[in-house]
Each structure stands twice: as structure tokens, then as C-alpha cells.
């Protein structure tokens, strides 16, 4: 199984039917692989899409179908259709139950920095200021460690997304939860030691007890 999809699977377990969640472009965009169709769960992407479904099969793609970063997607019964301003307001106004955005770097505070100067070749703010400032709960997708880098750190050195604690990290080593005591080793990855998440790590992580393995469906 590759990183993404534990990290994906392991998102999954967070979705609840009945919620209203926003996926971010890329690694977070797999999460809606995971959920049951019959689940009851609308994905919502902030070009304005409620109702996102898998990525189509080969062939079946719709043009005038696609999520935020203009990945081919499908809709489920029901989906709509909605202008920027709806989108935003949706999001603004609190009425999303969760966000599952990528991560660049997330340090001690639980503070999330995801996007980097624009104009260069890298990611830039899109709507995860708001959804991080919006969202009820924030989940953050990403992979443990990027060319050797940790990325999660004692504090960021990149631009902070928002000065608002995210509710929960997964990587495809770890579950770590951002408290106000700071942050908390919940889960390891699949055949993953505690000593090899605290070793890809350079923030301090607090670590209770056993350490569960993830569950990813």
C-alpha cells in the first residue's frame, strides 16, 4: 500500500455520514475513494461542486466536471452546482463539518503552513485560509517527510495558513492530535515504531502509553 493511500484510508475513518466535507486538490482529493456510496456524505470543492464522487473511470471524463484543482471527478445523486460567492460563503459562514487540506509544514502550536510565495513553482493560498478558519474540524493530509525534510517541525517557516490550531494530522506514520499541551502521538502507521515516527520528526511529540496501530478500513 502506498503512503497516500494509508493516508487516505486513515482520513476516511474521520468522514461521518450526514457530514458536509471540503477536500483540498491532490493527496486529500483520494478520501472520497474510500467512503461508501449509499454513505451520505457530500464532498464539497470551493470552485463551487457539492457532491464530488470518485475520480471517473478512464474515458468517462466530464470537462465541465472537475474539483478545485481541475481533476476529473464524478457527481452523486443529489450533487449541485453553485457560484464562487455560495462556495465562500458556505465555507466562511462555519457550515462545513470538515476541511482535509495537504500540509507543507505543521509545527508545535498545531499551526499549518500549506501554501508558499506565488509566482514561483510551488502551491498558493487558494481557499485554505478560509477553510481553516471556517471548517469545524481541519484534518491535515500529508506525507511524514519530504527529501529528507520533517515537516513536522517546532515552528513553521513558512507563511502560516491561519493562527488557528488544526484538529488532527495523519501521515502515513502517524495520527498526531495538535492539543493546547501540544502535540499528542495518537497512532502509527502499519509496522511503523514509535521510534521511527520520533526519528522523522522534529517537533516534540508526546507519547502516552502503547501506541495503537491505525485503523484504515
Not at 119 to 144: C, E, N, Q, T, Y
Request: hydrophobic share 45%; proline share 6%; net charge negative.
Amino acid at each position: 500500500m502506498s503512503a497516500k493511500e494509508v493516508i487516505a484510508r486513515r482520513v476516511a475513518q474521520e468522514v461521518r455520514p450526514g457530514m458536509l466535507v471540503n477536500l483540498g486538490i491532490g493527496l486529500p482529493s483520494l478520501v472520497a475513494n474510500y467512503i461508501p456510496h449509499d454513505y451520505g456524505v457530500f464532498f464539497q470543492a470551493e470552485n463551487g461542486v457539492i457532491g464530488l464522487g470518485a475520480r471517473p473511470p478512464e474515458g468517462m471524463e466530464d470537462p465541465h466536471l472537475t474539483d478545485a484543482g481541475g481533476s476529473f471527478v464524478t457527481a452523486v445523486p443529489g450533487a449541485a452546482s453553485i457560484d464562487s460567492a455560495m462556495s465562500f460563503g458556505i465555507i466562511r459562514g462555519g457550515h462545513l463539518d470538515m476541511t482535509v487540506l495537504g500540509g507543507l509544514q505543521v509545527d508545535e502550536r498545531g499551526f499549518l503552513a500549506n501554501w508558499m510565495v506565488p509566482g514561483k513553482m510551488v502551491p498558493g493560498m487558494g481557499g485554505a485560509m478560509d477553510l481553516v478558519a471556517g471548517a469545524k474540524r481541519v484534518i491535515v493530509a500529508m506525507v511524514h517527510s519530504a527529501k529528507g525534510e520533517a515537516k513536522i517541525v517546532p515552528e513553521c517557516t513558512l507563511p502560516l495558513t491561519a493562527l488557528r490550531r488544526v484538529s488532527l494530522v495523519v501521515t502515513e506514520l502517524a495520527v498526531i492530535e495538535p492539543t493546547a499541551d501540544g502535540l499528542v502521538l495518537r497512532e502509527r502507521g502499519p509496522d511503523i515504531s514509535v521510534e521511527e515516527i520520533l526519528a522523522q520528526t522534529t517537533a516534540k511529540l508526546i507519547v502516552t502509553g502503547d501506541v495503537p496501530t491505525m485503523c484504515l478500513g
